[in-house]
């Protein structure tokens, strides 16, 4: 017998698997990854996912349990304990900047910034040394 916390996850689970609609190939949850996988490839803006999200509403069938916005898709995955973490990477990929190494300021395999060089400063850049 299953404890109570795994049929929690197993009914989570089932709930984001539902297709998004009738005879729907795609589920709450897998449009909720590809979002998020999106989000992080190509760098997109919460704004213009939020503005793709629309489109999707607006060509699906009404009965549809389509997220509303990315906000929404970010919930459905961390309801399944699965977090949302930006984990920074080397600019050829050589590591992660994760645990241990969060605070490094170059790749410790072979010394390339941590950060992009940039001319103008901003809240969100840090000068590269
Ligand atoms: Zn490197």
């Known amino acids: 017998m299953l404890c109570q916390c795994y049929q929690k996850f197993y009914y989570i ?22 979002l998020l996988g999106t989000r992080t490839n190509w760098h997109t803006t919460e704004k213009s996912l939020d503005y793709f999200i629309k489109m999707l509403l607006d ?10 916005t990315l ?10 304990g699965l977090k949302v973490v930006k984990i920074d990477l080397c600019e050829v990929g050589c590591m992660l900047y994760y645990k241990d190494d969060i605070e490094l300021n170059e790749c410790k395999f072979y010394g390339h ?7 103008v400063k901003t809240k969100h850049t840090k000068e590269c040394k």
């Open 113 to 119: 910034p941590s950060y992009l060089p940039s001319k």
């Open 59 to 68: 060509v699906a069938p009404t009965e549809n349990c389509i997220l509303k």
């Open 13 to 34: 689970l089932a709930f984001a698997h539902q297709p998004i609609y009738d005879g729907a190939t795609e589920s709450k949850l897998s449009i909720a990854i590809t």
């Open 71 to 80: 906000y929404e898709a970010k919930k459905v995955v961390s309801t399944l």
